[in-house]
């Protein structure tokens, strides 16, 4: 196989930018209409997607490890997405003539050969994923909301029971599709350690012109069936390390940082934790009161409340990552920080830059960023 | 193409290579451009460079398509105006740009609800805005006509001095407090009757627009 021209043929290709994955699923779903339901109505993030992953497959080509890795999770993922085995044959024909088509003159047996072995490689190691996950888990979790409460005027708690039970670690979090938005999944954070009746908590902020958030927020209704995929990220608690804990939340990044508090009270001698939550104004800091009771209860956890944008309110103002800097050292600390990607962002580096050992830091982006 | 021109086309600028152009940054106290509207002119000239590699693309395949025919009718065969590859092609590229609408309605219809709540969310800030500035008006008029009140109280005291200072100060108090409770609650009551109109008027707006849209309930 040779690599160097697999990779040179590829960045001809990309030069097509957005009309090479147009032209990938147009040709697969004009060969196999079957599959254009596995798929949401607008395709545009899809391609992006799809570009990503294609990027990313070439670019690690040369690090089995990495490249094995990464399409493992992928083979997995795909499996709520209704992909099974038999499609992936119909995807490496579409994916190989759409190749075909952009190179042009460049095609030729040999170069169609190397492609088509690449792509049998990666599709049985992701199909071989996917099948090993067959026997652990189901393709996703259906789940039942029992219980809807207004946390905040933009952040609505969903309370839902899965069936069968879900197991997940403190601060982790599933993908989720309402039957309102179709084949369209997103990430939320499960807002309570895992419970005996198998119920999980969920926090929605209702994001401007955000397709699932609003139909979560505003048309979803005690006894709507939902769709959960397996619970994934690496915000967990390190429970081992006997060092003491920093948590800095913005926004419904408190949903992971709460569930991993409920973990702590659990231990028989918790560390020292405190719990920064902050968000633009007063009346964003949901949840406020549970907070202050768990704090009130248990002797080992502060809560600080921050706004950031002027105004009174309870707590510290001003920007999160000053706040926090300001109030102590926290080099002999674990850190956990979940929230807006800008205030995820500054809040690591400001930590870093006062002194915190990277590896002490753990991050979840939620991928927006604040109004 | 043979294998040194392949090698060749890779080394022309690209539109990766334009997306991903990163400069130097000026020294402080030096003249330089400001990052932004150099980012936004490259992502133009990126976006530029796509659409003509897929033109030329396109004329390539439309030049191949002729040769066809003509050779086709060369050898006498002029009935091939399209082959099997082509009407395939011909079907990708509807189907896509079938998709491509589709694509831009859904993102149209998202952008008009981020309008719609981003301005509902602006709405609200405003009107709790101005209902935090009427509480705090109410609450100072409410505090200044009880403190006149519990003076009033103790001048009525000075007339009557039989009473202690204590019980004086007790009076004082009450009549302060419930002075500025009375004041409050009325207030209180205006002011939230004035909201609840407000909000059947919106409300009732609200079901005549829905009335009035074609195929509304």
Known sequence: ?371 | MTSDAWYDEQRRLTPDRVQSAVFPLTRWGRHGYEEEPVRAFLAEVQAEMVRLINERASLWQEVQRLRRRVLGKENGNDAILFGKDDAHVHAVRILSSAQRTADRYVADAQAYSGRLTEEARARRDEIMGQAQHHADLMLEEARTRAREAAVAVIDDARVAPQTDQERRAVQAELAYLRTFSEVYRQHLKIYTEDVLRTIEDWESKERAAVRDTPGGA
């Open chain 1, 1 to 371: 196989m040779d690599i160097a021209r697999l990779k040179s043929s590829f960045a001809r290709i990309a030069m097509h930018g957005d009309e090479v994955p147009l032209h990938f699923y147009a040709d697969l779903f004009l060969k196999h209409p079957e599959t254009r339901p596995l798929f949401p109505v607008s395709m545009q993030a899809q391609r992006a997607h799809l570009v990503e992953a294609l990027v990313t497959i070439v670019s690690a080509v040369d690090d089995v490890h990495d490249l094995t890795a990464f399409l493992r999770d992928l083979g997995r993922g795909h499996r709520k997405f209704g992909a099974l085995a038999e499609h992936y044959g119909a995807v490496g024909d579409s994916l190989l003539a759409t190749f075909a088509y952009f190179c042009g003159e460049a095609w030729d047996a040999e170069l169609e050969a190397d492609w088509r072995g690449a792509y049998e490689l990666i599709a049985s190691v992701m199909t071989g994923a996917a099948r090993e996950d067959e026997e652990r888990h189901p393709a996703w979790w259906a789940a039942t909301v029992i219980a809807q409460e207004r946390l905040a005027y933009d952040v609505t708690q969903l309370t839902v029971r899965t069936e069968p039970r879900l197991e997940y670690l403190p601060g982790q979090s599933v993908a989720i599709e309402t039957p309102a938005r179709p084949r369209l999944w997103r990430y939320y954070s499960m807002a309570n350690a895992p419970r005996p009746d198998a119920t999980l908590d969920f926090h929605i902020r209702l994001i401007d012109g955000g397709a699932v958030s609003m139909a979560l927020t505003a048309g979803t209704v005690v006894g709507a069936e939902l769709r959960l995929g397996p619970p994934a990220g690496a915000l967990t608690l390190d429970a081992g390390s006997g060092r003491d804990v920093l948590m800095v939340a913005g926004s419904t990044g408190l949903a992971p940082l709460k569930a991993m508090l409920e973990q702590l009270a659990t231990l028989a001698k918790p560390p020292r934790a405190h719990l920064f939550f902050g968000s633009r104004t007063a009346d964003g800091l949901y949840d406020l009161t549970v907070l202050e009771k768990l704090a009130a209860e248990n002797s080992w956890l502060t809560v600080v409340p921050v706004v950031s944008s002027g105004g009174p309110g309870p707590g510290r103002t001003g920007p999160l990552p000053d706040v926090v800097s300001e109030y102590a050292s926290w080099s002999g600390h674990d850190v956990y920080l979940a929230g807006p990607t800008g205030m995820v962002r500054d809040s690591a580096a400001r930590l870093a830059a006062d002194g915190v050992p990277v590896v002490q830091i753990h991050v979840e982006d939620f991928g927006w960023s604040e109004p």
